[in-house]
């Protein structure tokens, strides 16, 4: 089969498999598909618009453009859509026309909230809806959220404005560290002091979450009422000493290149090239760290170039297995063709497996197998 110098394919059956399994585990929490950085890689509208095939109704896009981009993909009104990360003159109007949900850390963004949608409701009359809002607070981690001091003035505010016909208060949350045990139930007994506190002050909260792809699958009782993963969905274990078939998990991604020469020499070594370097995302760190499958054998990588790898091999290798130019070389996947997983790259390298298919450049394409796309 001919294929591109390099690519990535994204199996969607996987994904799929990957997302009906984390929500029967999480349940009867709901599961939200977190797809902020173009789905960690894999691509946001065919990954979203898989999620939903497989009854996923909630989404966390992080910033507005994309959370928007997505609602205008085609995606219905009863897949809620969350943005949470909010740059400073964010364009709220055009999130809450596009029905997007809204995360909200400071009396701050509530104001200038509630003064886009006073504006639209004058402008939209009986089609503006008010958007709902979820209320984040920080319990430790210190990447947005309102402080405990601050909470009851957000809480206050918001109420305020639901009151007024402005917002619609629906979600508390926060984000933990996901590091220890300790640190997790602290932040677990913060949150919940401060959804009382927001029912203390007339919030109608209906929506508690806290838990990531670690803790929500490690731990039932910071499930809550939904817990937001990425990492899982894509078959990336987030926690240490486990491979993605230990917790039900497969690999969605798996990048292909071909063999683009190959040398060997008078002493007996050869040098394979394949057509995947740093141009391509991929971290010069590799080198002298991790594999690549060719005809099922691994070789190591031993230098990362602009545009291609050098892996090192011998000329028996060579011989024996008929190793040639056009060889289709797997970087990493599932393991099936005697690949590395990307969560190994990741351990291998010091970074994480997310990061790595994170920063896949834009110009690789991405092929998607399975699915209903
Ligand atoms: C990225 C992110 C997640 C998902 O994290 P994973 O560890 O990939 O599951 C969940 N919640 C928030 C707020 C995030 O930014």
Not at 29 to 45: F, Q, S
Request: with cysteine.
């Amino acid at each position: 089969m001919i294929r591109p110098p390099i690519e990535a394919v994204i199996d969607l059956d996987a994904f799929g498999a990957n997302v009906t399994h984390l929500r029967a585990t999480v349940g009867p929490a709901r599961l939200m598909v977190v797809v902020k950085a173009d789905a960690y890689g894999h691509g946001r509208v065919p990954i979203t618009r898989e999620a939903v095939r497989r009854g996923i109704r909630d989404i966390g896009a992080l910033d507005l453009e994309s959370a928007i981009a997505l609602r205008e993909s085609g995606l219905a009104d009863d897949v809620a859509i969350l943005a949470w990360l909010h740059q400073p003159g964010a364009d709220f109007a055009a999130g809450i026309r596009a029905h997007i949900d809204l995360g909200v850390s400071s009396p701050a963004e509530l104001e200038a909230i509630a003064t886009a949608s006073a504006r639209l409701a004058q402008t939209e009359g009986h089609a503006f809806v008010a958007p709902r809002l979820h209320l984040k607070l920080d319990t430790g981690l210190h990447r947005n959220g309102a402080t405990a001091e601050v909470w009851p003035q957000l809480v206050t505010a918001a109420v305020d404005a639901e009151r007024a016909g402005l917002v619609r208060v629906h979600a508390a949350w926060t984000h933990i560290a996901e590091a220890s045990e300790e640190e997790d139930t602290l932040a677990l007994e913060r949150f919940l002091a401060g959804v009382a506190v927001a029912r203390e002050l007339g919030a109608d909260i209906r929506l508690r979450h806290l838990a990531a792809s670690s803790a929500g699958l490690r731990r039932a009782n910071v499930r809550l009422d939904l817990v937001r993963m990425g990492g899982h969905c894509w078959g990336i274990p987030s926690f240490d000493g486990v491979t993605p078939a230990d917790i039900g998990l497969v690999p969605v991604m798996t990048l292909h290149a071909q063999v683009l020469g190959v040398r060997t020499t008078e002493t007996g070594s050869a040098s394979l090239y394949v057509g995947a370097g740093y141009g391509d995302g991929l971290p010069r760190r590799l080198a002298g760290r991790v594999a690549v499958a060719v005809r099922g054998v691994r070789f190591a990588v031993v230098a990362v170039e602009r545009d291609h790898l050098e892996l090192t091999a011998s000329k028996d290798d060579v011989r024996a297995l008929g190793i040639a130019t056009g060889d289709d070389a797997v970087l990493f996947g599932t393991g099936a063709e005697g690949e590395q997983t990307v969560r190994q790259w990741g351990d291998l390298t010091g970074t994480l497996g997310d990061e790595i298919t994170t920063r896949i450049a834009a110009r690789v394409p991405r092929r998607y197998i399975g699915g209903s796309v």
